[in-house]
């Protein structure tokens, strides 16, 4: 609540963050208000082309979390095999990027990829492991999609 409130009250004075409303957006998103996370998201996706991938990614896993997994699936491909590199290459253990593995995790999941969506789901937990989103995703509707629960 507080970091929504401080994003918030930032976006007032600087709409066009995208950086800021990408955050605005997952926050909304994690408090189930999907049509709002979504707006955000279009809105940082508008105002930062740079951020694409990164949206794109988050849009996915919000699709997946309202419970459409072909949409889901149909948005992460565009974006998977870049998401997948970066993910490999250039951000593993980064803390900032703990979320990225998480959700991709998650989409992996939902279509099937055990492999893929274990490593991930690892490399997200040891990127971050004091904070509380993996329990946060655990309870989402985004993981009662087909298939065992990533493991640590």
Same mark, same amino acid.
């Given at each position: 609540?507080?970091?929504?409130?401080?994003?918030?009250?930032?976006?007032?004075?600087?709409?066009?963050?995208?950086?800021?409303?990408?955050?605005?957006?997952?926050?909304?998103?994690?408090?189930?208000?999907?049509?709002?996370?979504?707006?955000?998201?279009?809105?940082?996706?508008?105002?930062?082309?740079?951020?694409?991938?990164?949206?794109?990614?988050?849009?996915? $896993?919000?699709?997946?979390?309202?419970?459409?997994?072909?949409?889901?699936?149909?948005?992460?491909?565009?974006?998977?095999?870049?998401?997948?590199?970066?993910?490999?290459?250039?951000?593993?253990?980064?803390?900032?990027?703990?979320?990225?593995?998480?959700?991709?995790?998650?989409? $992996?999941?939902?279509?099937?990829?055990?492999?893929?969506?274990? $490593?991930? $789901?690892?490399?997200?937990?040891?990127?971050?492991?004091?904070?509380?989103? +993996?329990?946060?995703?655990?309870?989402?509707?985004?993981?009662?999609?087909?298939? +065992?629960?990533?493991?640590?």
């Amino acid at each position: 609540e507080r970091a929504a409130a401080l994003l918030d009250d930032h976006l007032r004075e600087d709409p066009g963050d995208g950086e800021a409303l990408v955050e605005r957006g997952l926050l909304a998103a994690y408090a189930g208000e999907h049509a709002r996370a979504e707006a955000l998201l279009e809105r940082a996706a508008a105002a930062r082309a740079d951020l694409t991938e990164s949206i794109t990614l988050h849009l996915a $896993w919000l699709e997946l979390v309202r419970g459409d997994a072909t949409a889901a699936r149909r948005r992460f491909e565009e974006v998977e095999t870049t998401i997948e590199s970066k993910l490999r290459a250039d951000l593993a253990g980064d803390p900032m990027f703990a979320e990225w593995f998480l959700h991709a995790a998650l989409l $992996w999941r939902a279509s099937g990829d055990e492999e893929r969506a274990a $490593w991930a $789901w690892r490399e997200g937990l040891a990127a971050a492991p004091e904070s509380r989103l +993996p329990e946060l995703l655990a309870g989402s509707p985004a993981s009662a999609s087909p298939g +065992p629960a990533p493991t640590a």
